[in-house]
């Protein structure tokens, strides 16, 4: 069983930055890939970036390309997410989620591990 917390949401203007963390315990955390997802009221939860187990493959959805990066400290047991020139569309709740499989991936019924996700809301 690996628990998964997430922390750092909160709002921002337009344009601004967050940095959202995940914090996983219980197992070893280099043994998961790690993912962010994120569900905007109303809509279907949708994949945003994953990283590999090592850090050494990231993937991201077009729409934050270039935004946003997906990094990991496997000493700290820990998952970040740094979103830089938020938009309106970025605001959602923000989920971390690990992976037992070895390849990065973008649906969410892969994943098996999942937190209980933080508020990202970008105002204009």
């Known amino acids: 069983q690996v628990r998964l917390v997430e922390s750092g949401g909160g709002l921002v203007q337009a344009g601004g930055s967050l940095r959202v963390s995940c914090a996983a315990s219980?197992?070893?955390?280099?043994?998961?890939?790690m993912g962010w997802f994120r569900q905007a009221p109303g809509k279907e939860r949708e994949f945003v970036a994953a990283?590999?187990?090592?850090?050494?493959?990231?993937l991201y959805t077009d729409s934050v390309k270039g935004r946003f990066t997906i990094s990991r400290d496997n000493a700290k047991n820990t998952a970040i997410l740094e979103m830089n020139s938020l938009k309106r569309e970025d605001t959602a709740v923000y989920y971390c989620?690990?992976?037992?499989?070895?390849?990065?991936?973008?649906?969410?019924?892969?994943?098996?591990?999942w937190g209980q996700g933080t508020q990202v809301t970008a105002s204009s």
């Open positions: 219980g197992r070893t955390f280099s043994n998961y890939v």
């Open positions: 989620a690990a992976r037992t499989g070895s390849a990065v991936a973008t649906g969410s019924l892969l994943y098996d591990y």
């Open positions: 990283i590999s187990r090592s850090g050494g493959n990231t």
